[in-house]
């Protein structure tokens, strides 16, 4: 599976801005796909999961009710609304895909097969 994600830049806190990563290789439609961010000198972190076997997204608890993921399965390609952007949520932002799975790591970066290759989100405040 190939990743490319876009959509990111610069936006003022309290704007929105809309992340894209369109998939391209396999079913997509059989993969966990996820959102990722890292701000520098930080770890990688979880944001988002949109998961294969269908069910309410996941998020991490600071982007609740702010973001929302969502997927197309025609168009190969995963979402990430981002609403009420705050100044802690600069960093790269990054989609990801592991395929079938049905355990609880979804969280877990490690997890993740493959990787697209990152858009920058900045938020001044």
């Known amino acids: 599976v190939q990743l490319q994600a876009s959509g990111g830049g610069l936006v003022q806190a309290g704007g929105s801005l809309r992340l894209s990563c369109a998939a391209s290789?396999?079913?997509?439609?059989?993969?966990?796909m996820g959102w990722f961010r890292q701000a520098p000198g930080k770890e990688r972190e979880f944001v988002a999961v949109n998961r294969w076997s269908g069910g309410v997204p996941l998020y991490r608890d600071s982007v609740k009710g702010r973001f929302a993921i969502s997927r197309d399965d025609a168009k190969t390609t995963v979402y990430l609304q981002m609403n009420s952007l705050r100044p802690e949520d600069t960093a790269i932002y990054y989609c990801?895909?592991?395929?079938?799975?049905?355990?609880?790591?979804?969280?877990?970066?490690?997890?993740?097969?493959?990787w697209g290759q990152g858009t920058q989100v900045t938020v001044s405040s």
């Open positions: 290789g396999r079913t997509f439609s059989n993969y966990d």
């Open positions: 990801a895909a592991t395929p079938r799975y049905t355990g609880s790591n979804y969280y877990r970066p490690s997890l993740y097969d493959y």
